[in-house]
């Protein structure tokens, strides 16, 4: 075994006040055991089976997501345990365990009650929840799978990953878009140099209409203050891949943004409260809740109380009636934008914006090298029908590069990020993973932009200085 080392190149092994530790070369001695040792001991905290455990803490939707990938990737996981107040949630966690021996607890509080029963804990509750089950499971010497974002504040974050360096266990964030082909190929052009030195770059998201008010309006991330700021909620994702393929770390940020859709004085006339009350809209608004029970489908799956039931309709008219996502868009309670723009420098010199909107589909990128340009995302592939363009400016010649797709059946969650991140978790943990590694000392910088990006907005686009 050999010993752990600071990181060479950070000096004195800190980034961004978060401690930094690397571990590409080297084995911890639980490491070890957890390749050659088929036993497991459940007192002496150590030992580990072959296979990486997994105790999932929130059985909701990417809890499943996760559970089904995970049982896929033949003999590389077991899940040992799931904790839900909702039973139907915990007991699809465990049908896709295939374990007789998975253990079923009706809250996070309960199953970190209990000794240390797995390698890895998924924290897979609402970000409004993250911090404290986090913090406890490293206390008791779990690695984590943390949705992101990892918590509701920096300091908090700083925190948890003071507590892992501690304990000497690693935090993997969920920035499924890392492990995707897509941002992985973007990655590999930018470290060939085939683009030069980055200048700028330009990033897109659309979030989608339906999805922004199943999500952000209606949904768990409509107030800031019970989950976290949309700049976070949902384009922390962003702002970990504009830091990562930066390679330089961010030193401003100004933003603005605001809610200017989905409030009470855009609702049309006579809207009724709820979208199953008889609103005389309900054949032409985009948003009827009643699209849940048919093209929208998809989306009831991910907060249905129970995933595994078959639904008739009635019974979802009856949930509809009663449950927030039955709401007027126009008369919810929310309190986050549907559109922001965030500017950030980055100490390289270069420069990066990305813009969220409701009203648009699909993540574009635009990258701008001293050598060549290149373009990607939904917006190039539905104008170019391929997924990367390439522009030399001395030949002025032009490369489309086009990724393969997915074949039936694949998991293709996240552009297949969700895939690539539990496919990558095993390698990440045992130190052998390539630089998409997204552990909490790297993907903390997202945070800190979404962050200053939300303290900037709220001050009218100040810039802020990280
Ligand atoms: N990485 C990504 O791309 C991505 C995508 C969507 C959501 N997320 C994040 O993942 C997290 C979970 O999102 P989700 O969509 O799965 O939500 P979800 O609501 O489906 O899942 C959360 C689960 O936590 C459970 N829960 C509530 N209180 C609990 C407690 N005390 N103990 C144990 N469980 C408890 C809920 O009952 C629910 O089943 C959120 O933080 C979200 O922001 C990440």
């Given at each position: 075994m050999a010993e752990l080392v600071d990181a060479p190149d950070l000096k004195s092994g800190v980034l961004r006040g978060v401690p930094v530790r690397f571990r590409s070369v080297v084995?911890?001695?639980?490491?070890?055991?957890?390749?050659?040792?088929?036993?497991?001991?459940?007192?002496?905290?150590?030992?580990m089976?072959?296979?990486?455990?997994?105790?999932?803490?929130?059985?909701?939707?990417?809890?499943?997501?996760?559970?089904?990938?995970?049982?896929?990737?033949?003999?590389?996981?077991?899940?040992?345990?799931?904790?839900?107040?909702?039973?139907?949630?915990?007991?699809?966690?465990?049908?896709?365990?295939?374990n007789p021996?998975?253990?079923?607890f009706s809250s996070a509080q309960d199953l970190l009650d209990q000794p240390k029963m797995a390698d890895i804990m998924f924290i897979g509750t609402q970000d409004n929840y993250h911090f404290e089950p986090a913090k406890k499971a490293l206390e008791l010497g779990y690695h984590l799978l943390l949705e992101k974002p990892a918590a509701q504040s920096i300091d908090e974050i700083k925190e948890l990953a003071e507590i892992a360096k501690k304990y000497d266990r690693k935090i993997v964030l969920c920035f499924v878009l890392r492990y995707t082909d897509f941002y992985s190929k973007v990655k590999e052009v930018i470290?060939?140099?085939?683009?030069?030195?980055?200048?700028?770059i330009r990033a897109h998201e659309g979030v989608e209409p339906f999805h922004h008010a199943h999500s952000f309006v209606r949904g768990h991330w409509g107030k800031s203050a019970e989950s976290t700021p949309m700049i976070i909620a949902k384009c922390s994702h962003d702002t970990d891949i504009i830091s990562w393929l930066m390679g330089s770390p961010c030193k401003s940020v100004s933003s603005v943004g605001s809610i200017s859709h989905f409030s009470e004085q855009h609702a049309?006339?006579?809207?009724?409260?709820?979208?199953?009350?008889?609103?005389?809209?309900?054949?032409?608004?985009?948003?009827?809740?009643?699209?849940?029970?048919?093209?929208?489908?998809?989306?009831?799956?991910?907060?249905?109380?129970?995933?595994?039931?078959?639904?008739?309709?009635?019974?979802v008219v009856d949930w509809l009636k009663v449950s927030p996502w039955g709401r007027c868009v126009y008369k919810c309670d929310n309190d986050v934008v549907d559109h922001q723009q965030v500017l950030m420098e980055f100490e390289s010199g270069a420069s990066a914006t990305l813009s969220m909107t409701a009203f648009d589909s699909g993540r574009t990128?635009?990258?701008?090298?001293?050598?060549?340009?290149?373009?990607?995302?939904?917006?190039?592939?539905?104008?170019?029908?391929?997924?990367?363009?390439?522009?030399?400016?001395?030949?002025?010649?032009?490369?489309?590069?086009?990724?393969?797709?997915?074949?039936?059946?694949?998991y293709t969650g996240h552009g297949g990020g969700d895939h690539g991140l539990i496919s990558a978790l095993s390698g990440i943990i045992h130190g052998t993973a390539g630089s998409a590694s997204s552990l909490i000392e790297t993907s903390i910088e997202s945070h800190i932009i979404g962050f200053s990006a939300e303290e900037s907005r709220l001050q009218g686009g100040i810039q802020v200085s990280i």
């Open positions: 084995f911890s001695l639980e490491i070890s055991y957890s390749l050659f040792s088929t036993s497991y001991n459940h007192l002496n905290n150590t030992i089976s072959s296979k990486l455990s997994l105790a999932m803490c929130g059985c909701g939707s990417r809890a499943r997501t996760y559970s089904n990938i995970a049982m896929d990737l033949d003999g590389q996981f077991e899940i040992i345990a799931g904790a839900d107040p909702i039973p139907a949630r915990v007991d699809a966690v465990r049908e896709t365990s295939n021996n998975f253990q079923s470290d060939s140099g085939r683009l030069g030195e980055i200048i700028s049309p006339e006579g809207a009724t409260d709820r979208c199953t009350d008889g609103c005389p809209h309900t054949d032409t608004c985009t948003y009827n809740a009643l699209r849940y029970t048919t093209d929208r489908e998809s989306w009831l799956r991910m907060i249905y109380p129970d995933p595994i039931k078959k639904r008739e309709t009635q019974e990128l635009e990258i701008y090298g001293t050598k060549a340009s290149l373009r990607g995302g939904d917006a190039i592939k539905q104008q170019f029908e391929t997924d990367i363009v390439i522009r030399d400016h001395y030949a002025g010649e032009i490369e489309k590069i086009t990724l393969p797709k997915p074949e039936e059946g694949e």
